[in-house]
């Protein structure tokens, strides 16, 4: 079950002006009045929090609480009943292309959590005219893309990341050749094991245990396949340990590109993999 986040809807959130449609049409004009992060410290919750709201009703909530980050989005159209995950596009600037990545939907069907919430709050971080868009419902539907204008101010964004020693800049992201993955159930596709991890169920904590729940990680890959430098991304739930207990597996663990990925002729050494490991209890 995801943690309550009753700690941060009682904030007052900021607005700006936001508009929804078709991806399909040419975009909206962007309203030049830029709207900045608020930044809550919570030490009864042991929080730091930063809020944006906007008046087509998304909020974005970048948090660290008792050391865990967390990136959620609320406002949203309801996702489908029994989906567990949905995708969103974010597009930060006026260049480049939007990146799709994983979000976990919440108890609150119209409310999200980013699957690499580090990762997608560095991007929000760079301000400018920010594109949320959210695929067709059916085959053939029409997508919805929100555009908003945020403040480029970093220095909300980097209290939270801070507060739960994230990096602000994250070195492995500023050298990696490529970054592969997007919070997606496994491997990415440029990639396949060679020798799986083998992570062992954690030990029951304060004598519960999860039945289920999964890991986000992101690696650096070396040339043997093997892979350094790892860093949980994002686990649910949390407080089992479970981040913990792949990447205790993770030293004998290799990878090896696709076929179709070698072909291409660039090395697997040095792209960050993004991955996740899901874990099950059998009865």
């Known amino acids: 079950m995801l943690r309550s986040i ?63 980050y967390d990136l959620m989005i609320s406002g949203l159209p309801e996702a489908p009943k029994n989906q567990p995950t949905r995708e969103l596009g974010i597009q930060v600037g006026d260049e480049g292309e939007s990146k799709t990545t994983v979000w976990t939907v919440g108890s609150q069907r119209t409310m999200a959590f980013s699957r690499i919430p580090a990762l997608v709050a560095r991007d929000l971080a760079e301000g400018g005219k920010l594109q949320v868009v959210i695929p067709a419902d059916r085959p053939g539907g029409p997508r919805t893309r929100y555009v908003m204008d945020v403040e480029p101010s970093s220095q909300a964004i980097a209290e939270t990341l801070t507060a739960c020693g994230r990096p ?29 991890p083998r992570p062992t169920f954690p030990e029951s904590v304060r004598g519960r245990s999860p039945r289920m729940g999964y890991v986000v990680l992101s690696c650096v890959a070396e040339d043997d396949g093997g892979l350094t430098e790892c860093v949980t991304e994002s686990e649910q739930p949390p407080g089992y340990h479970l981040g913990l207990a792949v990447q205790r597996s993770l030293p004998r663990a290799r990878l090896k590109l696709t076929d179709e990925a070698a072909a291409s002729g660039r090395p697997l050494a040095g792209r960050l993999i993004v991955f996740s490991v899901n874990f099950r209890m059998e009865n």
């Open 168 to 196: 602000v800049i994250d070195p492995r992201e500023e050298r990696a050749d490529q970054i592969e993955g997007n919070g997606q159930d496994g491997l990415p596709a440029a990639v396949m094991w060679r020798t799986m």
């Open 6 to 68: 009753s700690a941060v809807l009682f904030l007052c959130l900021s607005s700006s002006t936001a508009w929804a449609q078709e991806a399909s049409q040419p975009p909206a004009p962007v309203d030049s009045a830029r709207e900045d992060w608020t930044l809550a410290r919570l030490p009864e919750h042991d929080a730091v929090v930063a809020t944006i709201g906007f008046t087509s009703g998304l909020n974005l909530i970048a948090r660290c609480q008792g050391g865990v």
